[in-house]
């Protein structure tokens, strides 16, 4: 089973290559990627790494660990939930099944 780990405080020049070369130590990463704002295709700062196991080594190890100069946030995501609009979103999803 796969846990979905929250990687903050990102420098702007972190890729999805340098998150995955980070996480891979500690087990296999299924998935990585660094969120982008929509209009400027800047960095927002964090993301996200799916792992499998080793995720509990890898969230131990790399919290407070330094890339690009700073030092990473790392902990387990939140889940997602689909009742509430994402930051940017001028419009609300409309409700799925009957009500």
Not at 52 to 69: F, S, T
Not at 91 to 99: I, L
């Given at each position: 089973m796969s846990r979905t780990i929250y990687v903050?405080?990102?420098a702007q020049q972190t890729t999805r290559a340098d998150l995955v070369e980070?996480?891979?130590?500690?087990?296999?990463?299924a998935a990585a990627r660094v969120v982008n704002d929509p209009q400027t295709g800047l960095s927002r700062g964090f993301g996200f790494v799916?792992?499998?196991?080793?995720?509990?080594?890898?969230?131990?190890?790399?919290?407070?660990?330094?890339?690009?100069?700073?030092a990473l946030a790392v902990?387990?995501?939140n889940p997602r939930t689909g009742d509430r609009p994402r930051p940017g979103c001028t419009?609300?999803?409309?409700?799925?099944?009957?009500?």
């Open positions: 903050g405080n990102l980070a996480f891979a130590p500690f087990g296999s990463v799916e792992m499998g196991d080793g995720a509990d080594r890898a969230v131990a190890a790399l919290h407070g660990a330094r890339l690009h100069g700073r902990r387990d995501a419009h609300r999803a409309a409700p799925v099944g009957p009500r």
